[in-house]
């Protein structure tokens, strides 16, 4: 998977694709949120739309970014050469060079917005 420019910043959510899966989504956080998978989703998306502390920031920044749901990273990343990560995930590419930004356990592990958007800052 090719990006417009040659490098960009690739956030691959664990949830996948398609507006059924998004209701379902919504209804885990709300009646579940202790088991629900993404954090991902959860620190970029409220119940219905994206953060607005998030959009903000993904508007301002210079660098491309590319929002993959599982079964399309899956789809585009998935070789018998490279094992997939664990997600949820954010990846850097650099022309065909992939390289881990945040892993999924770090990611794991952020409560608040803000301070995903100080972590990817600094990466990037």
């Given at each position: 998977?090719m ?22 989504d ?7 949120p ?13 119940l219905?739309?994206e ?6 920031f ?18 585009n990343?998935?070789?018998k ?20 930004l ?23």
């Amino acid at each position: 998977m090719m990006t417009k420019s040659n490098k960009a910043v690739i956030f691959v959510y664990n949830a996948n694709s398609g507006t059924k899966n998004g209701l379902l989504d919504s209804a885990h956080k709300i009646f579940s949120p202790k088991t629900y998978e993404c954090n991902l989703c959860d620190l970029t998306y409220g119940l219905l739309s994206e953060n607005r502390k998030w959009k903000a920031f993904r508007k301002e920044t210079d660098m491309e970014f590319v929002f993959l749901h599982k079964d399309d990273y899956q789809k585009n990343f998935k070789s018998k050469f490279e094992s997939l990560y664990e997600l949820p995930v954010i990846l850097f590419q650099d022309n065909y060079e992939l390289s881990l930004l945040m892993s999924n356990k770090e990611l794991n592990e952020i409560e608040e917005v803000e301070v995903l958007i100080e972590k990817v800052k600094s990466r990037i």
